[in-house]
């Protein structure tokens, strides 16, 4: 089966910390995104990244970085973590080419006291 | 600019009593229109994806058409396992970037 896993579901930091998250994907997918997503506003894109190295802001990229270093991880970095990023963050890749369908991770639950 | 708008935000329905739930885009050029479930803490899951207008897909209990300016989602007697938010998505010509609805919170009561 084929498979987008993040390493936490649930994550609990604190003000100011840096988080990392990562994201590794086992289907040799060119194309990596990361998500947040908040009740009312739907999903909303922080970074994609469509090859080794090579990333592109999306809608909402204030205050967060990614790595790939490696085609199969893709990281999502809060420098300094605050209350306004606690949200459901999702990532999702896909393969080179386009109308091809997204696969999600499960998901991490973020809460930043 | 390229957007989606998914209606109702919320539905409730009986058991058995079948019903559609609406996405309506503007893009510049559709090059896909996918549609996922998601359950409440999960991640979405992949249900039908459509390219072209008058396209349709089945799955079970689930339809999908397409038409230039909206998809709907129709559900068939639905049952309570049903439940879950359904969230809709298009791709367009113009670049990588999925452009996703706020989804519709799907409720089936036994």
């Known amino acids: 089966d084929v498979k987008v896993t993040q390493s936490s579901r649930y994550l609990v930091k604190r003000t100011g910390e840096k988080v990392f998250l990562e994201c590794v994907q086992d289907?040799?997918?060119?194309?990596m995104f990361w998500y947040r997503q908040d009740p009312g506003l739907g999903l909303r894109l922080i970074y994609f990244s469509y090859d080794v190295k090579m990333k592109e802001k999306g809608d909402i990229p204030e205050g967060y970085s990614v790595s790939r270093e490696k085609k199969e991880r893709f990281s999502l970095i809060l420098e300094s973590a605050s209350t306004n990023q606690t949200s459901m963050y999702l990532c999702?890749?896909?393969?080179?080419?386009?109308?091809?369908?997204?696969?999600f991770g499960s998901g991490t639950q973020l809460s930043v006291l | 600019e390229d957007q989606v708008t998914q209606s109702p935000e919320a539905l409730r329905l009986q058991e058995g009593e079948s019903s559609s739930l609406n996405c309506s885009y503007t893009v510049s050029g559709l090059r896909g229109l996918f549609w996922y479930r998601q359950d409440p803490g999960k991640g979405p899951e992949f249900l039908f994806t459509?390219?072209?207008a008058g396209e349709e897909k089945e799955k079970e209990r689930l339809k999908a058409t397409l038409t230039k300016k909206e998809s709907f989602l129709h559900i068939t007697a639905p049952k309570p396992e049903d439940s879950a938010t359904y969230l809709c998505?298009?791709?367009?010509?113009?670049?990588?970037?999925?452009?996703f609805g706020t989804g519709t919170s799907l409720t089936v009561i036994p």
């Open positions: 998505a298009v791709q367009a010509n113009t670049g990588n970037q999925f452009y």
């Open positions: 999702a890749s896909t393969p080179l080419g386009m109308g091809k369908k997204l696969f």
């Open positions: 459509l390219y072209s």
């Open positions: 289907m040799d997918h060119e194309n």
